[in-house]
């Protein structure tokens, strides 16, 4: 739960006790991630259509009835939904340049933060699947990602580090009877 | 009699009791830290227990579920953050009673009203369940398919920016939930030659990806942001405030029963819907509604307990869950080899009354953890999210291994993460991707056995009218998606500013 959305709960009371809807604006990138959204649906569309077309009657009751009515609900919603949004501003809309846009968009999409933490997760999940151990890269990854999102007290973070692993073999692994991975 | 013969089975398994008590103390805790949610701690919790025993796992999930709704209004009332969605409205009267230094009285009815609203839940749930159970046996495919669109509907539309954003992302999971080998004709829907997808993609994997990694994703792009604390030294339950508010805790408490009990409408709703009844109600609050009226705690906190008892009727019921923590203890109970629906009851009463019993337990639990503890509390509270974080990232990573012991599912799980990271980013709702997914079977089944019946979509579309119950539901169905339209909220406003304008006026004139 977030600050902003603590912000818009008495809009949101007012909403679900029965208020006019307050004027909506979008964020940086929303009307791109309809987009996207439209055009991964009309993908899945066709596709749908295709398999349709090759099962043998009865067609509506076939393997491809509900993937296709899916299809066409997410692509036609999502399409309205990103024409509706042309209506509306979002915080890019006043940028000129391409640059500031750009800017904006991964400024809001895609903080540093959370694509740093995105990569570490990816090495981490690569790291397992060659067969290095849980118990190597686990606390490299938990201590890295401490140390960079704490940005600080690089050897307290050793001994919270030691406390997790504690924790996760004793619960886990020892209580729980989970194989790690 | 039979009922209290299966009700004291809990009893000759005293670690069952055990269980739910772990289970109450670490939701109450999971709710409590901003940041994490009832919804994800279940989901993690159903990989964890799988290898266990049926009633253990049950028991430690229904703890964690009953802690988890009431602990997130302890932050909400100290830090002004709600630790669970369903402590939104609590913070809106909470934290201005704290600020006023009233955060244990606060607290104090926060719990009392937490737990009369579970117990009235259970009554709910103890009563209602085996008559709605009876009529549900005369169900037909229509009315299954019917229940399941309504639980995509309100869960999409009710906790989202638009009912639109609703309906894509059910649809997004029902076409999720396609993916894979056909049960019933071996046909391969979007596999592309990959192997991993001919078993479909694993709802348990998508589950923790959807509501774990994604929200730790969320929380790390809000790492800075710092709660205002406030000093409590003890929670004082106040009983003459629930003397006198009772029929307040009652109206809300109803309400909150019948809001779980609709598929896919949860605490969240429950509670701000609870806040705004009593808005309208309370005519004369010692306090004003939003400057620390103690109605403004007591009503949402009544309700979001008792959606408990309520989301478990059409759970256990009908296989439809009634908010996002049941749709995950379906997937638990079909995981142990249950299946929810009309004959659960009647092939399983001892499970229907287990579920009772650690509610019961967990009501108990729920006052005595939630008026003690305090001092843990608020150092638990203040672990940093830099800490928290990584840890369920890493909590994430060993349940999505732990069903198959499978590092692919671990990929699998940060892909569904980072999909969630944009739905929450770009504000669509993530709980009807992963309830499309765990219908995705209900409904494909009842979809095709409703065409084979009828021969025709037509005809199975015009048997709703065949039957009272499919009349009962599809009126519900036009009404509920009429209650969100703007046309409506509209004119709810419109009546609502003409009442108060009444008011003005006699308040003015007697004066």
Redo the contacts between chains.
């Keep these: 739960?977030?600050?902003d959305?603590?912000k818009n709960?008495?809009a949101?009371?007012e909403?679900?006790?029965?208020?006019?809807?307050a004027p909506?604006s979008l964020?940086s990138?929303?009307r791109g991630?309809?987009l996207v959204?439209c055009l991964v649906?009309l993908f899945?569309l066709i596709?749908s259509i295709a398999?349709w077309n090759q099962?043998s009657e009865?067609k509506?009751?076939?393997?491809?009835?509900?993937?296709l009515f899916?299809?066409a609900?997410?692509t036609i919603?999502?399409l309205?939904?990103f024409l509706?949004s042309l209506r509306m501003k979002s915080p890019l809309s006043g940028l000129k340049s391409f640059k500031e846009t750009a800017k904006g968009l991964l400024g809001?999409?895609f903080?540093k933060?959370?694509v740093v933490?995105?990569a570490a997760?990816?090495v981490?999940?690569v790291a397992?699947?060659f067969h290095i151990s849980f118990y190597i890269a686990?606390p490299i990854?938990?201590w890295g990602?401490?140390s960079y999102?704490?940005r600080d007290n690089y050897v307290k973070?050793i001994l919270?580090t030691a406390i997790?692993i504690a924790f996760?073999i004793v619960v886990?692994q020892i209580l729980?009877?989970?194989?790690?991975? | 009699m039979q009922e209290l013969s299966y009700l004291s089975i809990l009893f000759t398994q005293p670690y069952l009791i055990f269980l739910v008590a772990v289970g109450t103390c670490a939701g109450v805790y999971v709710g409590a830290i901003p940041g994490l949610s009832g919804t994800m701690a279940v989901s993690l919790m159903v990989s964890f227990t799988f290898s266990w025993e049926t009633n253990s796992a049950l028991a430690l999930m229904i703890g964690v579920y009953v802690g988890a709704v009431y602990g997130g209004s302890r932050s909400a009332i100290l830090l002004n953050i709600p630790g669970a969605p369903a402590a939104v409205a609590t913070s809106l009267d909470g934290y201005p009673l704290a600020k006023k230094g009233l955060a244990g009285e606060a607290m104090g009815i926060a719990t009392t009203q937490s737990v009369i609203g579970t117990v009235i839940g259970i009554i709910g749930l103890a009563f209602c369940a085996p008559l709605v159970s009876k009529i549900a046996l005369n169900f037909k495919s229509i009315d299954y398919l019917m229940l399941a669109f309504m639980g995509l509907m309100m869960v999409g539309s009710l906790g989202s920016k638009s009912m639109k954003r609703g309906i894509v992302a059910g649809a997004i999971g029902l076409f999720l939930g396609c993916v894979g080998v056909d049960a019933q004709t071996a046909v391969k829907r979007f596999t592309y030659d990959i192997v991993y997808l001919n078993s479909g993609v694993d709802f348990t994997v998508a589950m923790i990806g959807f509501f774990g990694a994604s929200e730790a994703l969320i929380q790390m792009s809000e790492i800075d942001v710092k709660a205002i604390k406030q000093k409590i030294s003890r929670i004082i339950p106040s009983w003459s405030i629930t003397k006198k508010h009772f029929p307040l805790t009652l109206r809300s408490s109803i309400l909150g029963v019948l809001v779980g009990a609709l598929p896919g409408a949860g605490g969240d709703i429950a509670a701000l819907l609870a806040y705004d009844q009593a808005k309208r109600t309370v005519k004369n609050p010692e306090v004003p509604f939003g400057e620390g009226a103690v109605e403004g705690i007591i009503a949402p906190e009544s309700a979001n307990n008792a959606v408990i008892g309520g989301a478990f009727i059409p759970m256990l019921c009908l296989g439809i869950p009634g908010d996002a923590i049941t749709a995950i203890m379906i997937s638990a109970l079909t995981i142990h080899g249950l299946r929810p629906g009309p004959n659960l009851l009647s092939t399983t009463p001892h499970l229907f009354w287990l579920i009772v019993g650690c509610l019961i337990f967990g009501a108990a639990f729920l006052l005595l953890f939630g008026l003690t503890g305090i001092k843990a509390f608020t150092k638990i509270v203040e672990i940093p999210k830099g800490i928290l974080m990584p840890l369920i990232l890493i909590l994430s990573v060993i349940g999505s291994f732990a069903i198959r012991n499978s590092v692919y599912d671990i990929l699998w799980m940060f892909g569904f993460g980072v999909l969630g990271y944009f739905f929450k980013r770009f504000e669509y709702p993530v709980a009807p991707v992963v309830l499309g997914i765990i219908l995705s079977t209900l409904f494909e089944d009842n979809y095709r056995r409703g065409v084979l019946l009828e021969s025709s979509i037509s005809g199975m579309l015009l048997s709703v009218f065949k039957s009272p119950i499919s009349i009962f539901l599809f009126v519900l169905i036009v009404v509920l998606t009429g209650s969100q339209s703007n046309w409506y909220k509209n004119w709810r406003k419109r009546k609502d500013d003409e009442l108060f304008a009444k008011r003005a006026a006699k308040d003015g004139q007697a004066g």
């Design positions: 739960m977030d600050a959305t603590l709960t008495e949101e009371i909403n679900y006790g029965g208020a006019e809807q909506v964020k990138g929303e991630f309809s959204l649906g899945f596709q398999m099962v009865p509506l009751s076939s393997a491809a009835a509900l993937p899916c299809s609900a997410w919603l999502a309205w939904d509706g809001y999409v903080p933060t959370v933490m995105i997760i990816l981490y999940c397992l699947m686990t990854f938990l990602s401490m999102l704490m973070n919270w997790l996760i886990f729980f009877g989970v194989v790690m991975p």
